[in-house]
């Protein structure tokens, strides 16, 4: 099989609204994850053992908070004079040029200067969701089926899928049918499949699907825009009948709210579902300088996982702490993630928390049905 020319495009420039106080003055792709990353190191880090040289950041919102941390690429091994990593923000001059309203209409605004990189394949990736994923096992089925498109999937509870895409397929994995965030999920057993923000597009076929799309009822340039896949790109695929899902089986979260940020990070500290220090397979990340973490003698620490440079002198259980943390002696906390540089004064009690970064806690706080978030 040949050895298409693929451009990575990593869509980072959602507002991220439902991530709430966090994304206030940060992206969302890069807010803290386990205390050690941020949520674009999974996709760049997927990107990195994926071989895949050629990688485009979309960005918009509080785009100086991502460029912070991609360090010109160098973490990932993307620091390159040939290829490498590339940031797009929104840009003026052209009159496709303006404000992305959507993913896909970030796509077709940046259209010409993908026609200008002339790739086979286009590989578009989500930044605010938490996998693994070799990417040329989807670029290797895309080819064998002749795919226009092909959509990862996986299965999630029925009362989850309504805030994803869904889909349904035959015997050959050929997408017959796809619904955008319907009320009510597809099929009728406990799980739906849904789509994993991962796709491998016809570079070709993509990009004049996007300016038939945009420009078709006699729109201009200037007039025309898109919105997010959903709405019509992936249902305009689907009916040509070239759609197909690759089905991932692995562990796959889309931590997009404030409950799934907190219950995802909780799910590492119960039982890991894949190993973060596997040497063969590394989530990277920006390196930072910091001491080594302390606990002092009154220190009580169960189950939790620690950022370099923590300060422990209060009791903790069930906690992830971030990098610099600090929890006073007399502080409890239970059921929290403390972001770096966080500090809980003696004396106060946590439970079901997040802790942004930076912030002190001189008051208790507990979180009841949602968790609650202190900033």
């Keep these: 099989m040949n050895h298409p020319r693929v451009l990575t495009l990593v869509l980072a420039g ?25 949520l674009l190191d999974f996709v760049l880090s997927n990107v990195a053992h994926s071989q895949l040289r050629d990688v485009w950041i979309l960005e918009q919102f509080q785009a100086h908070s991502i460029n912070e941390h991609l360090c010109g690429g160098r973490p990932w091994d ?46 578009v990736l ?7 994923l070799d990417y040329r096992e989807v670029i290797e089925a895309h080819q064998k089926l002749k795919a226009e498109v092909t959509m990862v999937s ?7 899928a309504t805030r994803f895409g869904n889909i349904e397929t035959d015997k050959t994995n050929r997408v017959s049918r796809f619904v955008y965030k319907p009320d009510e999920p597809l099929g009728k057993g406990k799980e739906a499949q849904v789509t994993c923000e991962v796709f491998v597009y016809d570079a070709q076929v993509l990009l004049d699907t996007l300016d038939q799309l945009a420009t078709g009822d006699g729109q201009t340039p200037e007039e025309a825009a898109l919105s997010d896949f959903g709405h019509e790109l992936l249902p305009h695929f689907v009916e040509r009948g070239r759609a197909y899902s690759f089905e991932m089986n692995g ?25 973060m220090n596997d ?51 007399g502080a409890e906390v239970e059921d929290c993630i ?7 004064k003696a004396g106060v009690r946590l439970k079901r928390v997040i802790v942004d970064e930076g912030t002190t806690v001189s008051k208790d706080e507990t979180g009841k049905k949602h968790v609650a978030v202190v900033t």
């Excluded at 290829?83 to 496709?96: A, D, H, K, S, V």
């Excluded at 989500?126 to 693994?132: I, K």
């Excluded at 409950?259 to 590492?268: C, G, I, L, N, R």
């Excluded at 300060?311 to 002696?329: L, R, S, Y």
Aim: hydrophobic share 35%.
């Design 154 to 160: 996986t299965s999630v509870p029925r009362e989850e």
């Design 338 to 344: 403390l972001n770096g540089n966080a500090r809980v």
């Design 14 to 38: 959602g507002e991220g609204n439902r991530l709430g106080p966090l994304t206030e003055n940060r992206a969302k792709p890069v807010a803290p994850f386990l205390g050690a990353f941020r």
């Design 78 to 123: 993307l620091d390159r004079t040939h290829g490498g990593l590339q940031i797009l923000p929104p840009f003026q001059g052209n009159p496709e040029s303006g404000w992305h309203e959507g993913n896909a209409d970030a796509l077709w605004r940046n259209a010409r200067i993908i026609r200008q990189f002339n790739p086979d394949l286009v590989l």
């Design 279 to 329: 040497s063969a397979c590394p989530i990277w990340t920006r390196p930072s300088a910091v001491g080594p973490t302390r606990l002092a003698p009154k220190a009580k620490v169960e189950n939790c996982l620690l950022g370099a440079g923590a300060n422990i002198a209060g009791q903790a259980k069930n906690c992830i702490i971030g990098p610099n943390v600090c929890i006073e002696e």
């Design 126 to 132: 989500s930044a605010d969701a938490v996998y693994r």
């Design 251 to 275: 562990f796959w979260r889309d931590v997009g709210t404030l409950d799934s940020y907190f219950d995802t990070q909780m799910e590492f500290l119960d039982s890991p579902p894949f190993d």
